[in-house]
T-cell receptor
Framework: NAGVTQTPKFQVLKTGQSMTLQCAQDMNHEYMSWYRQDPGMGLRLIHYSVGAGITDQGEVPNGYNVSRSTTEDFPLRLLSAAPSQTSVYFC????????????????FGPGTRLTVT | ELKVEQNPLFLSMQEGKNYTIYCNYSTTSDRLYWYRQDPGKSLESLFVLLSNGAVKQEGRLMASLDTKARLSTLHITAAVHDLSATYFCAVDDLMDSNYQLIWGAGTKLIIKP
């Protein structure tokens, strides 16, 4: 299994440009999430999805859109890039949470380093 | 709303010493995860703790969970330079309909020779 893959690894955008960060997983995980991590900081949740066709906002959703048309893919769209969106973006996935006492660790992609000038 | 606090946020220690990182959380949960992140890299799962009293060990790292105290510890024994990294804990919010995973801020660990 490739696990969670993200493209591109690096990207430089000018203010106002738009782009899509790609994320795919081959583990048949229901849950997928996008996080941003700023230098020296922890993770902040942008958007997440609990299954195909279902998405919801996280802590910092403004300026980003997502969609989930398939179980495997969860792209993140930057609508009009701003310097404040310079960050490292991580996609992650995990199986559906159950109440049976079985934990579900989250698997992370390698990240996309985005710089907005 | 579940909150997760780690302390310390930064720790510089000498090789060979022992130390403990603490992860406190604010509401009931019995599912806690520890991750490691090397500089410029992604996050890697270290331990999954699923019940009160759970203890997991891997090499010089040992993690435990006390759900009554809402506390997990990550203990480092006889630290070596290779363990330098940022360590995150995360907790499943069982009161959230989607069992949202709530993250601590991370503990940056530097181990000096």
């Amino acid at each position: 299994n490739a696990g969670v893959t993200q493209t591109p690894k690096f990207q430089v955008l000018k203010t106002g440009q738009s782009m899509t960060l790609q994320c795919a997983q081959d583990m048949n995980h229901e849950y997928m999430s996008w996080y941003r991590q700023d230098p020296g900081m922890g993770l902040r949740l942008i958007h997440y999805s609990v299954g195909a066709g279902i998405t919801d906002q996280g802590e910092v959703p403004n300026g980003y859109n997502v969609s989930r048309s398939t179980t495997e893919d969860f792209p993140l769209r930057l609508l009009s890039a701003a310097p404040s969106q310079t960050s490292v973006y991580f996609c992650a996935s995990r199986t559906r949470i159950s109440t049976s006492g079985v934990g579900n660790e989250q698997y992370f992609g390698p990240g996309t380093r985005l710089t907005v000038t | 709303e579940l909150k997760v606090e780690q302390n310390p946020l930064f720790l510089s220690m000498q090789e060979g010493k022992n130390y403990t990182i603490y992860c406190n959380y604010s509401t009931t949960s019995d599912r806690l995860y520890w991750y490691r992140q090397d500089p410029g890299k992604s996050l890697e799962s270290l331990f999954v703790l699923l019940s009160n009293g759970a203890v997991k060990q891997e090499g010089r790292l040992m993690a435990s969970l006390d759900t009554k105290a809402r506390l997990s510890t990550l203990h480092i024994t006889a630290a070596v330079h290779d363990l330098s990294a940022t360590y995150f804990c995360a907790v499943d919010d069982l009161m959230d309909s989607n069992y949202q995973l709530i993250w601590g801020a991370g503990t940056k660990l530097i181990i000096k020779p």
